[in-house]
């Protein structure tokens, strides 16, 4: 399982990398493992200001559909158009090309209330 160090995680299984008051979200190497071949990303929420927890979108796998949420609040500015075409990028590079939103956050300080990586290693080892 591959932890990046630099970014911030939820009890959701979503990662946040955070540069200014931008920040890149997407899914863990956990949960695209547990998910299994991801066949569609459904993410309509572009443009939309949504709070804390609410759902930004869906990822269907071959054997489930999952909700997306929100780590922090704020205003979607950007959804990752490739993965309309190719889905399964979020299974090969779920840190990189697999992200999936970026937000404009309306309270950067809600970043601090986000796991660890160590944190984070202690909920999917539990």
């Known amino acids: 399982m591959n932890f990046p160090e ?10 946040v990398s955070i540069e ?7 899914i863990t190497d956990f949960a ?11 993410i309509e929420t572009e443009g939309e200001e949504l709070q804390t927890e609410e759902v930004f979108g869906t990822v269907e796998a071959v054997k489930t559909v ?5 780590p922090v609040s704020g205003e979607v500015i950007a959804v990752n158009e490739g993965l309309e075409d190719a889905p399964e990028t979020v299974n090969s590079d779920a840190y990189g090309e697999g992200w999936m939103i970026k937000v404009k956050m309306s309270d950067p ?9 160590a944190a984070y290693q202690e909920l999917v080892n539990a």
């Open 66 to 70: 999952s909700d997306l949420f929100m």
């Open 20 to 26: 200014g008051d931008v920040a890149t979200i997407g």
């Open 109 to 117: 300080s809600q970043a601090d209330g986000l796991m660890s990586v």
């Open 32 to 42: 695209q493992g547990e998910l299994g071949d991801i066949v569609y990303v459904e």
């Open 6 to 15: 630099e970014l911030k995680y939820t009890k959701d299984h979503e990662w």
